[in-house]
């Protein structure tokens, strides 16, 4: 696979390996006409593109490969800004308490990786410089489902369990311990997504461009869905930025509680003549938060909140009234709990519609309850599925190119397959795409009356 540049459509690679070759050449000749050829070949994908935003039902699935560029952390090995804050953390703690929940993070971490990390050592590695060879090479996914494995080994009978690591030693874990470091990673990891990260703000003009872009189907067509699987506010902010309504599920004004019958409702512009026609408003969007939100709360269910949530502004002090799925394999169950089933079925209905599109960015296939649903789509003949993502990894996705499905699309490479390239590239201005597409009309239309019109060298006027 190519590392720039890779667009694949059913079993045709759409960029040849020589085209890229070619963008490299040391001749000069060759290297114009490949980027010509290149920059024809984005138009055309445009085009095609284009062409799926234009069906009914247009969803786009968003993982966390799209909040890295405004600092969001990738869980494939132990993130350098989630030790930094854990230790930030333990020195806040009075008498020095909290060291004792940090040091069990490195000997839990040494238990699996079967190398030997202490509190000492990784303080000196956090202040110097810190490059990817220095993380701790544990998926944080896998690191906390095994802490709720070990936790949930000693259940309510046993308060503490003895570990004998690849090292040679035996660790004693407490049941306290290890439900006091779950919850501080947690709480680490839900501080570090309130993005975009300090420095980072620029980032936001990607997502606010994708807003603007999708925006700009037609009205007639039903509205956008985005169906995120990251906690932060990112999509919240640029729709914010570029005066878009989000449909979320919640309705209310200071306090806004969960009611996912919202997601029915509409808005139109009032009669404005006289026959008493309406126009649909033309900047609104779905959005759903599969696994919850950092701006999500839980309080006691009533007959005025059902569902027993509310939503307001991201709360800096990280409160246990959070409403999130963490990385763990509780996850799994949590999904089928009230409200991430209801969002979840809502997800599932979207993408089995007839003529159905679905634009998989930054995500990983790594969450089997998501994947089901998508297997499921694939079962209909009219769905189309869009994958986005620079390098692709996933025993899915390589499933997926397998079967060589001409429904299936793999935008791949570090100049396509990265979230703010797709946008840039080849998500196009539909309203742009429809001006060009009325001038070239015209001018076929009156080609015919130019050709006959226009002197030649036999019969000049």
């Known amino acids: ?29 060759t290297k114009k006409k490949a980027e010509s050829n290149l920059n024809e070949r984005l138009k ?39 030790e930094k804050t854990l230790h930030e953390k333990a020195k806040k703690t009075s008498e020095g308490k909290g060291s004792d929940w940090l040091s069990l993070f490195y000997a839990t971490l040494s238990a699996l990786v079967g190398q030997e990390y202490n509190l000492k050592e990784r ?100 509205r956008a869905n985005l169906f995120t699987l990251n906690y932060d506010s990112l999509i919240e902010k640029a729709a914010d930025a570029e005066g878009a309504v989000l449909v979320d599920g919640f309705v209310g004004t200071l306090r806004r509680i969960f009611r996912p019958e919202s997601y029915n409702l509409d808005f139109y512009f009032p009669a404005q003549t006289t ?3 309406v126009h ?94 998508i297997r499921q789509a694939l079962a209909i003949p009219s769905f189309t599925l869009v994958v986005i993502d620079p390098s692709p990894s996933s025993d899915f996705v390589s499933h997926l190119k397998q079967l060589a499905d001409e429904r299936v699309w793999l935008v791949s490479g570090s100049q396509l397959g990265t979230f703010e390239h797709f946008v840039e590239k080849l998500l196009p201005d539909l309203r742009d795409e429809e001006i060009t597409a009325k001038v070239m009309s015209t001018y076929r239309a009156l080609s015919p009356k130019i050709q006959d019109t226009t002197p030649s060298v036999e019969n000049p006027l």
Request: hydrophobic fraction near 40%; proline fraction near 4%.
């Open 1 to 29: 696979m190519n590392d720039n540049y890779y667009l694949k459509i059913g079993s045709s690679e759409f960029l040849s390996e020589q085209l890229i070759a070619d963008l490299s050449s040391t001749d000069e000749d």
């Open 275 to 277: 026959e008493g026609r």
């Open 280 to 373: 649909r408003f033309d900047r609104v969007l779905h959005l759903y938060k599969l696994h919850g939100s950092i701006t999500w709360h839980r309080c006691g269910a009533d007959w005025e909140n059902p569902y027993g949530i509310y939503a307001t502004f991201y709360n800096q002090t990280a409160p246990e009234d959070d409403v999130l799925i963490y990385p763990s394999p509780l996850k799994y169950g949590q999904a089928l709990g009230l409200p991430y089933s209801e969002l979840f079925r809502r997800f599932g209905a979207a993408i089995v519609q007839p003529q159905s599109v679905l634009f998989a960015i930054g995500y990983g296939f790594g969450d089997e309850h998501v994947n089901a649903l």
């Open 44 to 82: 055309e994908t445009r085009v095609r593109i284009g062409t799926l935003l234009k069906t009914d039902n247009v969803s786009l699935l968003i993982g966390a490969g799209v909040s890295i560029k405004a600092g969001g952390v990738g869980l494939a090995s132990i993130p350098f800004v989630l």
């Open 123 to 222: 303080s000196k590695t956090l202040s110097g410089d810190m490059d990817k060879d220095k993380q701790i090479p544990v998926n944080l996914e896998d690191y906390l489902s095994h802490l709720h494995m070990w936790r949930a080994g000693m259940a309510e009978f046993a308060s503490s369990t003895k570990l004998t690591l690849s090292v040679g030693k035996d660790l004693n874990i407490s049941k306290d311990g290890i439900d006091r470091l779950i919850l501080e990673v947690n709480r680490s990891l839900t501080s570090l997504v309130d993005l975009p990260a300090t420095g980072k703000e620029d980032a936001l003009k990607d997502h606010r461009r994708l807003i603007k872009k999708i925006l700009t189907r037609p009205l007639n067509l039903r």
